[in-house]
């Protein structure tokens, strides 16, 4: 008798918290300071293969099966072909034409459109690398189109949002994702995209309205406020409280004055770092369970459960780890010095030696504690709410055949792009 | 023990359930769909460490595409007692790659790094052609000077030539230079590429005789005459080079921070030392009195906070990112004109005033 096929499945997907990821961010950090740094990659890898192992779809989890060493290669290619190269002709044009040439100054111009072209590029040879080294159920993924047909896409991007001030964004990013999903393939089966950006566009609109709102909204409540205290002796107290004019000290409703203006500026700045973010967020949130809707994958669709409030959560609480870990870091470095202060640093080379290889240690900690958990997050946040409806017929997959890439992502490292 | 497992064949998403046993030498498994398969143990690797409560997974050398994937945490335990190459993380060999790729990349990067900064910037300023070292020295002294005035009257500038004059009495070999004058407040002097010389009004200010601008000026010669600016520049270039491989990217744009950058960094404490060295060979060689150059050197001592003051934390601190060598430690080897060797003045006391009187011109 013939085994009975199975049915399609219903798919989905869970991120399932398992120890180790301190263990490997330690080992980062110290194998970090051993090897100055270059072992970044190899640390870069092993965090990978941990939140990959955590993706579980149907019970199975992702596995990644990228190497350190093909991400080094992919840095020291880069490197050689493109930031050596680039870094001796502006050096040496700089010693023939001087630096302050303006030939120097068009072909920084040129290499930061090059940048622009690139950057599209890069991204797409990150993702088919990152795909090539994820499996599930013993198959792998690839990209299948082209990414110099990818970076024109990008490069016009950028170009399409900077002339219409932003209002591009919902059209190019429908557009890039249908290039970039639509490319995507899991064994021999596709990734399908498709949609309009017209339903993304009165969420930006309240967005982009209620930003341009806040920033002449705030401006105007600046402008009231300084000429209100202007008018009340304002100018006279900030002489008196900075010393910019005699010797006058400042009375207490002076200093009262100042430190008003100074809570006043600093409310204003803080609310346009935290409220323009967070108005966004609702954009991004929209934009996020739109994409996710338009992707199909063997004709079953993605949803993506996310909101506003949810994208805001998970972006301060990544900001507070940020902080936290920039607040630890400072507080040890003036440890440090103070300490190496103490310890008459000035008279002994090796206490300014050691004071520097701990800061360096400490700056190294802070992304080598900080950044995994991030990204962790980020990831986590997805796989925990997005699910797929329909059933896919997994049994007819076949392993991909298109060609493993040797290298990675060096591009993407170069430009900063490599976002996971 | 016999445990059911899924295995996944590498060529197709199906998902396969095989009856899995043991002997510590072969791991076999068969299934419906799936034929009686022998795996050696010593041939199997592990895809992750065994964590309890998660999937095992298993593949092997012969089928590095096929996984195993065993969930009874029993059965786990027992293989991977008995197989320590099972405990997942890297092997010997992993860690062996690891650190030859690491030690290799390092040492290649050390011996670019002292090639880059070490060998090369000087073989480099030496064979610079003269108008690359013009072209580059005249922007560096537009980006230095951020259009502040060019100091100029006839009588100073008259000094000015009197002095270098007298300074090359001794020192026939005088490289070519040229001195400019700036109205700034802060006290500075420098050498930039081209033989550019650039002092500040302050300098001339905080100067009680014209020995003391002499001392100041011989040793700005000797950076000059040691290609000083040109061989830093090269070296920027090269920590340039090196800062984008650690941060693996474009370490910036170099030739916009570069006067910036020659300025915050001046020249290492070896240059400094050449310079000094140079700086009192001319005096001698010319009979300037060298005492100029050390009263020049309390002065800034002082401004420093050396000299006994030590209550400034900060001034303490500031100390080791100096690149200048300690001032004390300068003074130290300045020694008065040989013994029956009568000083000449540098300038004239009219020459003198004339010069401290060239940016009220």
Redesign the interface.
């Given at each position: 008798m013939p085994?009975i096929e199975?049915a399609p499945e219903k798919l989905t997907f869970a991120y399932?918290h398992?120890?180790?990821l301190w263990k490997i961010m330690f080992t980062n950090l110290g194998m970090g300071i051993i090897?100055?740094?270059?072992?970044?990659f190899?640390g870069k890898t092993n965090v990978r293969?941990?939140i990959w192992?955590c993706i579980h779809i149907n019970?199975?989890?992702l596995?990644y099966t990228g190497l350190?060493?093909d991400l080094?290669r992919g840095?020291i290619l880069v490197?050689a072909i493109f930031?050596?190269p680039?870094?001796?002709l502006?050096?040496g044009?700089?010693?023939?034409?001087?630096?302050?040439?303006p030939a120097?100054?068009g072909l920084?111009f040129l290499f930061a459109v090059a940048g622009y072209l690139l950057g599209g590029f890069a991204l797409y040879k990150a993702r088919n690398y990152q795909l090539s080294r994820t499996?599930?159920?013993?198959?792998r993924g690839n990209m299948a189109g082209s990414a110099g047909l990818y970076s024109l896409t990008y490069f016009g991007s950028i170009l399409a949002k900077w002339f219409s001030f932003g209002w591009a964004t919902p059209v190019m990013n429908v557009v890039m994702s249908e290039q970039m999903i639509g490319d995507m393939r899991f064994?021999d089966s596709a990734f399908k995209f498709k949609g309009r950006a017209g339903p993304l566009y009165p969420t930006y609109a309240l967005c982009w309205f209620l930003t341009l709102f806040v920033v002449i909204g705030g401006g105007i409540l600046f402008a009231y406020e300084i000429a209100q205290w202007f008018g009340s002796g304002f100018e006279e107290a900030f002489k008196h409280v900075f010393k910019t004019e005699g010797d006058t000290k400042p009375n207490s409703s002076e200093l009262q004055l100042v430190g008003f203006f100074i809570v006043g500026v600093m409310g204003l700045v803080l609310s346009y770092v935290l409220i323009i973010p967070a108005l966004w967020a609702i954009y991004s949130a929209k934009e996020m369970r739109t994409l996710a809707n338009y992707t199909r994958f063997d004709g079953a669709q993605f949803k993506l459960n996310a909101t506003a409030a949810n994208v805001i959560w998970l972006a301060v609480g990544n900001l507070l780890i940020i902080v936290l870990a920039v607040a630890v870091a400072i507080g040890l470095t003036i440890g440090a010095?103070t300490l190496?202060?103490w310890m008459?640093?000035?008279k002994n080379f090796a206490v300014?030696v050691l004071t520097a290889i701990f800061v360096l240690i400490v700056y190294q900690g802070v992304w080598a504690l900080s950044r995994p958990i991030i990204i962790q997050r980020n990831i986590a946040f997805v796989f925990k709410r997005l699910t797929l409806d329909g059933a896919v017929d997994?049994?007819?997959?076949?392993?991909s055949i298109a060609a493993r890439p040797t290298r990675g992502e060096g591009l993407a490292?170069?430009?900063?792009l490599g976002a996971w | 023990m016999v445990v059911s497992a899924?295995y996944?064949?590498?060529?197709?998403?199906?998902?396969r359930s095989v009856d899995v046993s043991e002997d510590g030498t072969n791991l076999t498994f068969s299934g419906?769909?799936t034929p009686y398969t022998s795996w050696s143990i010593k041939g199997l690797h592990a895809?992750?460490?065994p964590?309890t409560g998660?999937?095992y997974?298993l593949t092997h050398e012969d089928k590095s595409?096929?996984?195993l994937?065993i969930r009874d945490d029993a059965f786990i335990k027992n293989l991977v007692s008995r197989s320590s190459h099972l405990k997942g993380g890297y092997s010997g060999r992993d860690i062996a790659?690891?650190f030859g790729?690491?030690i290799g990349?390092?040492v290649a990067v050390a011996a670019f790094g002292y090639v880059a900064m070490v060998l090369l910037p000087d073989k480099v300023a030496h064979i610079?052609p003269e108008t690359?070292r013009n072209?580059?020295g005249?922007?560096?002294e537009?980006?230095m000077a951020e259009g502040a005035k060019l100091c100029h009257s006839p009588a100073g500038d008259a000094a000015l030539s009197a002095m270098i004059t007298n300074l090359a009495l001794g020192q026939p070999d005088l490289p070519a230079i040229s001195v400019h004058i700036y109205d700034i407040p802060v006290l500075n002097a420098f050498a930039v590429s081209g033989g550019k010389i650039i002092m500040t009004r302050e300098i001339l200010a905080k100067a009680d005789g014209p020995d003391e601008i002499a001392g100041v000026l011989a040793h700005e010669i000797g950076h000059v005459a040691h290609r000083h600016p040109e061989a830093q520049?090269v070296r920027l270039?090269g920590m340039?080079?090196l800062g984008?491989?650690?941060t693996?990217?474009?370490?910036g744009?170099?030739?916009?921070n570069?006067?910036f950058m020659a300025t915050v960094l001046k020249f290492t404490r070896e240059a400094e030392a050449e310079a000094d060295a140079y700086a009192r060979d001319t005096l001698v060689k010319s009979s300037i009195d060298p005492m100029g150059l050390k009263r020049f050197f309390e002065k800034i001592n002082k401004l420093e906070g050396g000299g006994g003051d030590k209550s400034s934390?900060f001034s303490?601190?500031g100390?080791?990112f100096s690149t200048h060598p300690g001032t004390e430690d300068r003074m130290k080897l300045i020694e008065p004109l040989p013994a029956g060797v009568v000083a000449k003045p540098s300038l004239t006391n009219e020459q003198w005033l004339a010069l401290k009187d060239i940016c009220k011109g």
């Open positions: 085994p199975p399932v398992r120890p180790g090897t100055l740094t270059v072992w970044h190899w293969r941990h192992s019970d199975e989890p596995e350190g060493g080094f840095f490197f930031i050596l680039l870094l001796l502006t050096a044009l700089g010693f023939y034409l001087g630096p302050q040439h120097i100054s920084n499996n599930w159920r013993g198959i064994g010095i190496s202060i008459e640093v000035d300014a997994l049994n007819r997959i076949r392993q490292d170069a430009f900063d | 899924t996944f064949d590498g060529e197709s998403a199906r998902n419906t769909d895809i992750d460490a964590t998660q999937p997974r595409g096929a996984r994937i790659h690891i790729w690491t990349g390092l610079l690359w072209r580059v005249s922007q560096m537009t980006a520049l270039t340039q080079v984008s491989v650690f693996g990217s474009n370490g744009d170099m030739t916009t570069i006067a934390a303490k601190l100390g080791i």
